[in-house]
């Protein structure tokens, strides 16, 4: 067996080259190694970042996911809140009725859907409007609908109660049953508006127990006929107006009877009186008043404490009974024509009137009766009536207003009737010129007719105003005369301060309302 020592040269250099050998493939090795894993090592770190990553996704998804069904949870929450609490049943009693008085009672009655609470609200409104206008049915059903509601309602008191229809004699017992629950329940304003709807015309009779209501403080009739069997009992009544009716002497004397407290009285379209007599009324109208069959008769009123007097439309009356007015008037408002047989100029040489003379004492004596008051309107007929006075050289009396409206068209033959009453007025601080309206029917007949032969073409040009007190002026309205007048204010008005003009302030229910001029407003102030 061979030794170590027994190894050749050979063999020992054979054997270092082989460990050389064996020392360089194991670097290789190891550096292939190496490499291998530190290939591996990075790869296993990607994975455990993309498992952190999808780790962190999941996380991010879940309290997402968690976040929002936190948010679901609290909106759900908050819903049930909000729809555990109904608002609009919270609102207070009084609120309730306040909206519930703005409505028809058709849609006073569609609230019910709102709320379980406001099912039956509208029962118990004590404020009732009845509009067929609104009601989009025929009159038998709406009288039908007005029978229903007023059982239903559960009111102990009513406020006010409007009705608003046509009328046809079926509704009677309909608004019969209103009025009887009206005075039990203690109606304090009470406005029947009716229209005639058959021919002919059928007017509505009033029930007697509305003759002892003693609650009521505002009543308005239309189309009613007022005709009390026995005595009036409205002793809280302040507010009267009755339209379209005929009212007898004996009727107006047990209404001004039984209404101590009585205020305000209107009367438009109504005939068979001619005599007023109060001493509790401050405020007085009469429009278009016709005393058929006996229009010669004279109207009288007695009224000495009446601060406010308006006289419009069309008269048929005696000119001398205007006369009869003695009060402490303060606002008096005179826009009326006249149309009276036996003053008419065209009958009256037949019938031997002296139209001129009852025309100079009628505007004369209406003048002197008001001279006190302070606002004042005049209309197309009585300014051309001045008119004819000024031309025929009539001096006017003084007047003490301070405010003067004139509701007129502005032609020429008002000219010397504004002539006139400029230059009667010295204390006069507004004028207000009216052209909105039409005047068609309320031109003055009378006068000779040589009188208007005057030269209206420069007719401002030569006159002088008085008043040195004139600081406003308001046009209402245009036509072709107004900037010559309004030249004229200008020039003689040392005190004015302010001259306005509008177009027409709308009323669109006034037939007699004339088409915008398309001017807006336009003011003038002078310094």
Known sequence: MN??????????????????????????????????????????EEEEEEEECAKGKEKVESREEEEDEEMEGECSKGKEKVEGKDRISELPDALVEDILSYMPMMDAIKTSILSERWRWSWASTTKIEFLFEEFNDTLDMFSEFITSTMMLN????????????????????????????????????????LDFCS????????????????????????????????????????????????????TIQMILCGS???????????????????????????????????????????APNLHSLELTGCMRIKLQSLRNLLSALLTVSLSFSLDDDDINPDTAIDNNVNVDGIYQDMVTGLLNIIRPVMYLTLGTWLIQ??????????????????????DIDLYEEEFPGINSLLRSSPNLEKLVVDLSCYHDNEEYEGGPGEIWNFD??????SKKLLS??????????????????????LQQAKGLETMTFSKSKGNNDDDRQRPDSGLAKAKISLE
């Open 154 to 193: 559960r009111s102990s008191t009513i406020h006010k109660f409007v009705l608003r229809s046509y009328f046809d004699a079926f509704m009677s017992p309909a608004i019969n049953f209103c009025l009887r629950q009206l005075v039990r329940k203690r109606v304090e304003e009470l406005c029947l508006d």
């Open 385 to 406: 009536a001045l008119s004819a006075l000024e031309l025929q050289k009539f001096p006017p009396p003084f007047l003490q207003c301070k405010h003067l409206k004139l």
């Open 456 to 461: 209206a073409n420069n007719y401002w040009e």
């Open 468 to 489: 040195k007190c004139l600081k406003t002026v308001e046009f209402i309205g245009y036509n072709e005369n107004v900037p010559e007048f309004a030249k004229f204010l």
């Open 3 to 44: 030794s170590d020592s027994d190894m050749t040269m050979s063999d020992w250099e054979n054997a270092g080259e082989s460990e050389d050998w064996e020392l360089e493939g194991s670097e290789d090795l190891e550096e292939e190694g190496s490499e291998d894993m530190e290939v591996e090592s990075s790869e296993m």
């Open 260 to 302: 101590p407290h009585l205020e305000s009285l209107l009367l438009r379209n109504c005939g068979g009186f001619n005599h007023i007599d109060s001493t509790t009324l401050t405020r007085l109208v009469i429009g278009c008043y016709g005393n058929e069959p006996d229009s010669n008769s004279c109207l009288e009123i007695n």
């Open 199 to 250: 021919e002919p015309p059928l007017a509505y009779w009033l029930t007697p127990e509305i003759y002892y209501c003693e609650s009521v403080k505002k009543l308005s009739f239309t189309c009613c006929q007022v005709s009390p069997m026995v005595a009036v009992n409205w002793r809280s009544l302040q507010d009267l107006s009755i339209e379209n009716a005929f009212i007898d002497n004996q």
